[in-house]
């Protein structure tokens, strides 16, 4: 066979599997999720104060971890609670986080923006277990690129998932490094069964009689 007819071939089987790659991916499902969880031990709450407080981020969230010198963030009018908001920027462009639910005792959930074309609902759960609570950090959304969407979206686990492990790691640490002490309000009548609030320990009192 000449090499002019090998070309040709070639040439013909490449157009069959870029039909074929083509025809899969307007079928495929442009849907994804992606989820890691840890086990911290720690009460919700205590660990609520790091992941329901945007000023608290960054001890933990893995995008703010420095690495990007180009990455810089806004905190918005709120920092907390329904409505709370960040906005980033960095090299690879601009994004947004906005709390849409936050209990304490829960966990918060957010939409996330990343340019115009990836948005994604998310969410730091807190479950109880038996040696503490389990976190999950969730993340679902939908690529909205046609044909090659369905493709990113199965790719998405494990091009975020590592991330999510990271961050989750970083947010038992702060947790853990966390002396404050944890005091529970019994009489509340309002909110979650348990409500408590964090507060620095208090410096011992000095003797009697000692200058300060």
């Not at 989820?35 to 933990?60: C, D, M, Y």
């Not at 918005?76 to 609670?81: A, E």
């Not at 944890?182 to 011992?204: N, R, T």
């Amino acid at each position: 066979m000449s090499l002019a007819r090998k070309l040709w071939v070639l040439g013909k089987i490449l157009a069959v599997v870029a039909v074929g790659l083509v025809v899969v991916g307007l079928f495929l499902s442009r849907e994804y999720e992606v989820e890691r969880s840890i086990l911290i031990q720690a009460h919700p709450i205590k660990i609520f104060t790091q992941v329901g407080i945007l000023e608290n981020w960054p001890a933990w969230n893995p995008w703010q971890d420095g690495t990007d010198p180009t990455y810089v963030v806004t905190l918005g009018d709120r920092t907390s609670g329904v409505g709370a908001s960040q906005t980033c920027t960095s090299r690879h462009g601009a994004g947004e986080v906005r709390f849409t639910r936050t209990v304490p005792t829960q966990g918060i959930e957010y939409d996330f923006r990343f340019h115009d074309s990836w948005t994604a609902k998310a969410a730091v759960e807190f479950s109880p277990h038996e040696d503490g609570t389990l976190v999950t950090w969730r993340l679902r959304g939908r690529v909205e690129k046609p044909v090659i969407g369905g493709y990113l979206a199965r790719m998405m686990d494990s091009m975020i998932g590592g991330m999510l492990d990271y961050g989750l790691k970083n947010l038992k640490k702060a947790v853990d490094a966390d002396e404050r002490e944890l005091i529970f309000d019994d009489e509340a009548e309002d909110g979650p069964p348990m409500k408590g609030s964090l507060l620095p320990q208090a410096p011992p009192t000095p003797p009697a009689g000692a200058t300060p």
